[in-house]
């Protein structure tokens, strides 16, 4: 156990499996239908503590993306350049 959710890794590994999917239909291991119910379930399960993950990571320090937050997105918008001219519709 290296301390990783469960969850996490439920979905790491339905992901992998999908990265390879042929292979596991080819060998009878696992259909495409069952390879993307364990993802969507894998997925289903992360997303309620999504935010949870990320703020364990820290990433909020490194993610600058204007859309992150409201405010952010606004103050970005309104210094875009407004063009105008006198085109008719």
């Not at 060998?27 to 993950?53: C, F, S, T």
Request: charged content about 25%.
């Amino acid at each position: 156990d290296a301390g990783v959710d469960c969850d996490l890794v439920q979905l790491y590994e339905a992901r992998a499996i999908k990265v390879d999917s042929s292979w596991y239909v080819e060998n009878g291991l696992m259909n495409r239908w069952e390879q993307h119910d364990m993802e969507a379930i894998a997925a289903d399960k992360v997303l309620p503590d999504l935010e949870h993950y990320l703020d364990c990571l820290g990433v909020a320090d490194y993610a600058t993306s204007p859309i992150l937050s409201k405010s952010r997105w606004n103050d970005f918008v309104n210094a875009l350049p407004h063009f105008v001219g006198n085109s008719e519709p």
